[in-house]
């Protein structure tokens, strides 16, 4: 039985990995939800797109106790994660490549903010214009989604994209040095070594939960596709090196 110590413990180590490769990981998440705080509601309702373990969910909630958050991903063994460690949050087994996926959020409102952390670029660029749309449908006017992710733009800045990416690179050497945390694929080796989530790990075949690669991986794929789904403004609201918070306003 996946007990919530044990599934915080595993959070926590997947927390440092993803500081791997975002060493200002807890300066974006900081950000973010400040510009939530910011919309001027004490008790905003604000969906997490690809929210994994719950990270940024459980971050949210903490700063903002009156907030509603629907955290949504297709991933089983992560939601199992987020649900042993954070029971107080709510958890949606979707998959947003699916359209129709808004269906099953069970909001009694139009929310005020879509957030996401280093998630939407595993969607391929026809699937996140869909999605996107379908988002469209659920935000109030003048709500927001604020997307953290590393974007680059060697469509129309080449040399600023290169720029972009070596100060990530160099900011990543300060920080870790020879130190740095083990990676992506360590960790999912890890956890699907440990018996308790065998079960799990399995489901995670059937599940929509499989990775393609960075498939919207490019700035303007997501500009584009935010601005035909009708937002009114789209723009970069923090970044550093390629690691940036993108903002469109509903």
């Not at 003048?142 to 290169?162: E, F, K, Q, W, Y």
Request: charged fraction near 25%; include cysteine; aromatic fraction near 6%.
């Amino acid at each position: 039985m996946l007990t919530h110590d044990a599934a915080q413990e595993w959070i926590a180590r997947w927390d440092r990995q993803q500081e791997g490769y975002l060493p200002d990981r807890e300066e974006r998440f900081t950000v973010l939800i400040d510009a939530v705080e910011a919309l001027g509601r004490p008790d905003p309702l604000v969906i997490d797109l690809g929210c994994g373990p719950g990270s940024l969910s459980a971050r949210l909630v903490e700063r903002l106790p009156r907030a509603t958050v629907v955290a949504v991903d297709a991933d089983p063994l992560l939601l199992g994660l987020g649900r042993a460690a954070y029971p107080h949050l709510t958890f949606r087994s979707l998959d947003l490549r699916v359209p129709g996926w808004t269906a099953s959020l069970g909001l009694d409102r139009p929310a005020d903010a879509a957030v996401s952390t280093t998630a939407l670029h595993w969607i391929s660029e026809p699937e996140l214009q869909t999605m996107y749309a379908e988002l469209a449908t659920v935000l109030r006017q003048g709500g927001v989604l604020l997307n953290g992710d590393h974007l680059d733009s060697d469509d129309d800045t080449p040399a600023i994209a290169r720029l972009e990416r070596a100060v990530h690179d160099r900011e990543g050497a300060r920080v870790f040095a020879d130190e740095k945390p083990e990676d992506w694929r360590a960790w999912w080796d890890a956890i699907a070594a440990d018996p308790r989530f065998a079960a799990l790990d399995a489901a995670r075949t059937t599940a929509g939960a499989g990775h393609h690669g960075s498939e919207s991986h490019l700035l303007s794929q997501h500009v584009e596709a935010l601005r035909k789904a009708g937002f009114a403004e789209v723009g970069t609201l923090w970044q550093r090196g390629n690691n940036r918070l993108l903002c469109a306003v509903r």
